[in-house]
């Protein structure tokens, strides 16, 4: 059997959730300089180059796209539909990472890309391509693992109140939790340490305990077989 040329090229895509107390969750979108889909928003991305791995390359498109880099990156799943781009056969394989967005309010769009741009997670434009695909499983993907992770600290500062690691939750699950509940769970699974300080109350707010993820307690309870389920 004699192999056809193949026509095929390969992408990354990556969807950057960024979280920050002020604006809550949102995510990170560049908008075309050229066709197809010129001037519409998309998620960063581009093909892979020789002798490039997937990782490289989708941190290679972020920093040329929008100037960021991140420190959580997972790969997502790989999209190989024949008309998802309309030049040729693209299969992509699309990642999603987390960063502070309010380390990143200056973005630097180049190479492909006119604009980059956040845009919270309730109010996102219609995208080109699959890109809205690929999103939308993004979200879910992100959603779960939030739920059964601890990955949510990536985004906070070092040291948090009770309220901030709440208010991260609600904020990516899209829904509200029960506080009892959280708190105790929280207070269970022996992952939060406290500081000996005090967050400075606001208004008539009461001053409350600040926290510390405890990573090594988290590697000790996961070989326990912790259940991490919020």
């Known amino acids: 059997m004699t192999a056809n040329s193949s026509n095929i090229r390969l992408a990354v895509d990556a969807v950057v959730f960024g979280y920050s107390k002020r604006d809550g969750v949102s995510v990170l979108l560049i908008q075309r300089k050229y066709p197809p889909f010129k001037n519409a928003w998309a998620i960063p991305g ?38 998802r781009d309309p030049r040729q056969h693209v299969v992509s394989v699309a ?26 997670i309730t109010g996102l434009p219609k995208l080109g391509f699959d ?34 690691l709440e208010h991260l939750y609600i904020s990516f699950l899209g829904r509200e939790i029960d506080r009892r509940n ?33 990573k090594k307690n988290y590697q000790r309870r996961v070989k326990e077989g912790i259940n991490f389920e919020i």
């Open 95 to 120: 990642y999603f990472a987390l960063v502070k967005s309010s380390k990143y309010e200056k973005l630097k769009a180049s190479t492909d890309a006119e604009n980059a741009q956040w845009f919270p």
């Open 46 to 83: 581009g093909f892979v180059l020789n002798g490039e791995s997937l990782e490289t390359a989708v941190r290679r498109e972020l920093e040329e796209e929008t100037g960021i880099s991140v420190n959580y990156l997972e790969q997502l799943y790989t999209f190989g539909e024949p008309s």
């Open 182 to 214: 959280f708190a105790r769970k929280m207070q269970q699974l022996d992952i939060l340490e406290e500081t000996g300080e005090m967050s400075k109350g606001e208004g008539k707010g009461r001053p409350s305990k600040i926290y510390q993820f405890n």
């Open 131 to 164: 890109h809205q695909e690929i999103l939308e499983k993004a979200i879910a993907r992100v959603r779960m693992k939030i739920r059964y992770e601890p990955i949510g600290f990536e985004l906070l500062d070092r040291t948090f109140s009770f309220a901030d």
